[in-house]
């Protein structure tokens, strides 16, 4: 049994298929994770959440912003983007099953695995929360996504305020403050205060920034966080990070990271991609 992570897809379906072929995945022997953004912009958005469906149980996924603002667009709470390709999906005859299965994954995943635990999430964690703060933040967040009040929720979903995390945050206010950590977040202050305008490279923080995995302090340090969400990061290894969005929409790879007998035990795979649209706004 092998246990994997795959960086962001955003609807590169074939890319998916070649690299699962790439490392001779077996969905009755092993488990993928994926890091978020299963959708939108790359030619394939449908067929990528078809494939995770028919996986339920082996392909195992995070949510992204581009997987929220898909259920976002379909419940009317948000105006599609000129950039977005999710039609194959709104127009689809199974539609309803595509969504009502998007809308059940969660945030974060926290797995065991050789002798240890790491965190599947898709952008990054405030410095503030240990990773049970996280998990359970996560859940608040899953539970509003799927209750009677997910188009209330997804209408209050957008905004960058409250900047930074307080344990008095309510409402809509809190619920924000959790999916835009979880979902957006790149750079912070060395106090967590979440940074929405950059997406340089780390090397490249704008002054009074760093990212979030660096910040002084940080609760959820030694625990192994596997994320994707940053493109011009490229792939990231260390001790307790990995990083695995390598830009395959936009013409980079997809990668994917085979967990050994131990956590750090790592064997790295990546399929060429051509490139479906280019970077910028």
Same mark, same amino acid.
């Given at each position: 049994?092998?246990?994997?992570?795959?960086?962001d897809?955003?609807?590169c379906?074939d890319?998916?298929?070649?690299?699962?072929? #790439?490392?001779?995945?077996? @969905?009755?022997?092993?488990?993928?994770?994926?890091?978020?953004?299963?959708?939108?912009?790359?030619?394939?958005?449908?067929?990528?959440?078809?494939?995770?469906?028919?996986?339920?149980?082996?392909? *195992?996924a995070?949510?992204?912003?581009?997987?929220?603002h898909?259920?976002?667009?379909?419940?009317?709470a948000?105006?599609?983007s000129?950039? &977005?390709?999710?039609?194959a999906?709104?127009?689809?005859?199974?539609?309803?099953?595509?969504l009502?299965?998007?809308?059940?994954?969660?945030? /974060?995943? #926290?797995?065991?695995?050789?002798?240890? #635990?790491?965190?599947?999430? #898709?952008?990054?964690?405030?410095?503030?929360?240990?990773?049970?703060?996280? *998990?359970?933040?996560?859940?608040e967040?899953?539970?509003?996504?799927?209750?009677?009040?997910?188009?209330?929720?997804?209408?209050?979903?957008?905004?960058?305020?409250p900047?930074?995390?307080? &344990?008095?945050? /309510?409402?809509?206010?809190?619920?924000r403050?959790?999916?835009?950590?979880?979902?957006?977040?790149?750079?912070?202050?060395?106090?967590?205060?979440?940074?929405? =305008?950059?997406?340089?490279s780390?090397?490249?923080? @704008?002054?009074?920034?760093?990212?979030?995995?660096? /910040? @002084?302090?940080?609760?959820?340090?030694?625990t192994?966080?596997?994320?994707?969400?940053?493109?011009?990061?490229?792939?990231?290894?260390?001790? &307790?990070?990995?990083?695995l =969005?390598?830009?395959?929409?936009?013409?980079?790879?997809?990668? /994917?990271?085979?967990?050994?007998?131990? *956590?750090?035990?790592?064997?790295?795979?990546?399929?060429?991609?051509?490139?479906?649209?280019?970077?910028?706004r």
């Amino acid at each position: 049994m092998s246990i994997y992570c795959v960086g962001d897809i955003q609807g590169c379906g074939d890319a998916l298929e070649r690299l699962l072929s #790439h490392i001779g995945f077996s @969905p009755s022997r092993d488990t993928v994770y994926l890091l978020g953004d299963l959708v939108n912009r790359g030619p394939g958005s449908a067929a990528v959440l078809r494939r995770c469906r028919a996986l339920e149980g082996s392909m *195992l996924a995070v949510l992204g912003n581009h997987d929220l603002h898909l259920l976002a667009v379909a419940h009317g709470a948000r105006a599609p983007s000129r950039r &977005d390709t999710l039609d194959a999906i709104l127009q689809a005859d199974d539609r309803e099953a595509l969504l009502q299965w998007l809308r059940r994954q969660p945030l /974060a995943r #926290h797995v065991a695995h050789g002798g240890g #635990h790491f965190l599947a999430l #898709h952008a990054g964690l405030l410095p503030q929360w240990s990773v049970q703060d996280a *998990l359970g933040h996560a859940a608040e967040v899953e539970q509003a996504l799927q209750s009677d009040a997910l188009p209330a929720f997804l209408a209050q979903m957008y905004g960058n305020t409250p900047a930074q995390w307080s &344990d008095d945050l /309510a409402g809509a206010d809190r619920l924000r403050t959790i999916v835009n950590a979880f979902t957006r977040l790149r750079f912070c202050t060395p106090q967590g205060r979440m940074d929405f =305008d950059s997406a340089e490279s780390a090397s490249q923080a @704008p002054p009074g920034l760093l990212p979030w995995f660096d /910040a @002084p302090g940080r609760r959820s340090a030694g625990t192994l966080i596997a994320f994707g969400h940053w493109s011009t990061l490229g792939r990231l290894e260390r001790p &307790d990070l990995l990083g695995l =969005d390598t830009g395959c929409v936009w013409g980079g790879c997809l990668t /994917a990271v085979r967990l050994g007998a131990t *956590l750090a035990e790592r064997e790295f795979f990546e399929v060429r991609c051509p490139q479906a649209q280019a970077p910028g706004r």
